[in-house]
């Protein structure tokens, strides 16, 4: 079965500054989807960033970047210029390609990281 | 842009007691699930549904109902409500079960079971 592991349960940042949030997770296939996801203090869940285990380059979407490292199976976030308003729980999550192989579409989540961003 | 809708956004249930969380998605997905949130264990899934008549559990679906008769709606009703079902619940839909859709969540209901 698999797992995901986030385990920082909190960090801080300095405004302006880069954080690095670590991801590690546990399988035994080969295609897959990594995704990391913002939760404010509203409980929105909000994508932030996806990765396809096929591609070898890293996402990046503006300030968010990951560092993917398939056969370390990591998977961390980066931001860069933090700012007041990325203060949130932030959740990795793995999803399968394949039903065959899962046997469920399921996402499968850590238990987060609470990032504080410190004016 | 409603997305996925859920109400009540808070609820306050006696032991025993039954209810139902609506969930409601305005985007014609044909993937959607229910998710329960509990400190220090992520986001657990519930059930889920690939299409309207099709439901399947999830890894905690005890204590749990689903219906999908139409593609728009998933309600999860809770049978018999205990105290250990005091959770955020969180409704979620993607275009398909395409592992790499974006899966779009609701804004969470708040259940308290006393």
């Known amino acids: 079965a698999q797992t995901v592991t986030q385990s920082q349960p909190e960090m801080s940042v300095q405004e302006a500054e880069t954080v690095t949030l670590s991801c590690t997770y546990d399988?035994?296939?080969?295609?897959?989807?990594l995704f990391w996801y913002k939760q404010p203090p509203s409980r929105q869940m909000i994508l932030v960033i996806r990765?396809?285990?096929?591609?070898?380059q890293n996402a990046t979407e503006n300030r968010f970047s990951v560092n993917f490292q398939k056969a370390a199976k990591s998977f961390s976030l980066k931001i860069s210029d933090s700012q007041l308003g990325d203060a949130a729980m932030y959740f990795c999550?793995?999803?399968?390609?394949?039903?065959?192989?899962?046997?469920?579409?399921?996402?499968?989540f850590g238990t987060g990281t609470r990032l504080k961003v410190l004016a | 842009n409603a997305g996925v809708t859920q109400t009540p956004k808070f609820q306050v249930l006696k032991t025993g007691q039954s209810m139902t969380l609506q969930c409601a998605q305005d985007?014609?997905?044909?993937?959607m699930s229910w998710y329960r949130q509990d400190p220090g264990m992520g986001l657990r899934l519930i059930h889920y549904?690939?299409?309207?008549?099709?439901?399947d559990q999830g890894e905690v679906p005890n204590g749990y109902n689903v219906s999908r008769s139409t593609t728009e709606d998933f309600p999860l009703r809770l049978l018999s409500a205990a105290p250990s079902q005091t959770s955020v619940y969180f409704c979620?839909?993607?275009?398909?079960?395409?592992?790499?859709?974006?899966?779009?969540f609701g804004e969470g209901s708040w259940l308290t079971v006393v």
């Open positions: 399988t035994s296939e080969s295609d897959y989807y």
């Open positions: 990765q396809e285990a096929y591609k070898q």
């Open positions: 979620a839909s993607s275009l398909s079960t395409y592992s790499g859709n974006t899966i779009y």
């Open positions: 999550a793995y999803r399968s390609a394949s039903y065959l192989t899962s046997g469920t579409y399921k996402y499968i």
């Open positions: 549904s690939v299409g309207a008549g099709i439901t």
């Open positions: 985007m014609n997905h044909e993937y």
